[in-house]
């Protein structure tokens, strides 16, 4: 397309897009405040979490923590416990650690530029372009993958969601899309545009706001682009899960704040080859009778897990709790608590009676 052709494409997209958002945009609680600060807290937030799990707890967080500086302040293990329920504790640990910074080197704001953004820890390209647009009006594209697929169908761009040169034809258009007055409502034009209509499959294409605009609709291949990702080849841990009780409580344990499932909780657990073994010897003793099985996949892994019935005394890492479902726990721990008790509800039920043929 000729660069004239271009610019006015990318005009008549922008003018759907903003008219788009004015008029039907999702009503988010951070999007009725104007402070960086907030805007900031739930980009972080809604990394790799859902909207529907960040919006409840945007509100609360801000409540203990209403600025940089009460951030700064905080120690690490208040911020994580704040955390809770939001998944990946290391964002949260970035984001005391940034918090920290500012108060340190930026006199305790927000630096107005993506690329300084990018310098605090925690902050990506497409977090710190968001931030950049949407709290101060900077001219940068928050590309992610609600964007690269609604400009992949708009464009009818080929090769794969990952491909480099896929990339770079989506970050040049997006880049035209945003040099304008108000490059934030055009990033969340886009966010919810992908969100809503011009969903991975069965996007509502007769209501889009793009669709006269749209290559792949009129081609009648909308979900052709962009091309799938090549699924990687999973891998496989052997999980071995202790099952303490002590009355009516159950133990728990908390995960370290690095690694998979990051600071929440979950049965006392070894992993690896050899986990029921590496579990005795943690407890101190063999473990007892197993009481369920769980399989749970992950994107890069599928996981076999095995419960045990087990005593052991508790540390510093550990808690009882009388209900641990009511504990941040992580989806395999609470698939084995769940697990374990229905095989106790089984268990106890009475006998059924068969009758004596006659």
Not at 104 to 126: A, C, N
Not at 207 to 227: E, V
Not at 301 to 319: D, E, F, G, P
């Amino acid at each position: 397309m000729e660069p004239k052709r271009e610019r006015t494409a990318a005009a008549g997209i922008r003018r759907a897009l903003l008219s788009f958002y004015r008029r039907s945009r999702r009503d988010l609680p951070w999007r009725k405040r104007r402070d960086p600060y907030a805007i900031w807290i739930s980009e972080v937030m809604l990394q790799q979490t859902q909207v529907a799990t960040v919006a409840p707890r945007f509100e609360e967080f801000l409540g203990r923590f209403p600025d940089i500086a009460s951030l700064a302040r905080a120690d690490e293990e208040a911020v994580c416990e704040a955390w809770a329920g939001l998944g990946y504790y290391r964002r949260a640990r970035h984001l005391h650690r940034a918090a920290r910074t500012l108060v340190e080197r930026f006199d305790g704001r927000l630096p107005v530029v993506k690329q300084e953004l990018r310098k605090l820890p925690g902050i990506g390209d497409y977090t710190a372009a968001a931030i950049a647009s949407i709290a101060f009006g900077e001219r940068e594209a928050a590309v992610d993958g609600n964007l690269v697929r609604v400009l992949a169908r708009v464009f009818a761009l080929p090769g794969r969601a990952s491909d480099p040169a896929l990339m770079a034809s989506v970050r040049e258009r997006a880049k035209r899309l945003v040099d304008c007055e108000s490059p934030g409502e055009v990033n969340q034009s886009l966010m919810d545009l992908g969100a809503t209509l011009c969903r991975p499959e069965s996007p509502l294409c007769a209501t889009c706001p793009l669709g006269r605009f749209c290559l792949a609709r009129k081609l009648g291949r909308a979900t052709a682009y962009p091309g799938k990702k090549q699924k990687a080849r999973r891998g496989f841990l052997r999980v071995a899960f202790a099952f303490v009780e002590h009355g009516s409580k159950v133990l728990l344990e908390r995960r370290p704040l690095d690694g998979l499932w990051a600071g929440l909780w979950e049965l006392p657990s070894a992993s690896g080859p050899r986990a029921r073994r590496d579990l005795g010897l943690r407890l101190g003793q063999e473990p007892g009778p197993l009481l369920a099985r769980v399989t749970h996949d992950l994107t890069h892994l599928r996981v076999h897990a095995n419960v045990y019935r087990a005593a052991t005394r508790s540390n510093s890492r550990q808690r009882w709790w009388s209900d641990p479902l009511e504990a941040p726990l992580s989806s395999l721990a609470r698939k084995a608590i769940v697990a374990v008790q229905d095989h106790a509800a089984t268990s106890q039920r009475p006998p059924r009676h068969r009758r004596t043929p006659r």
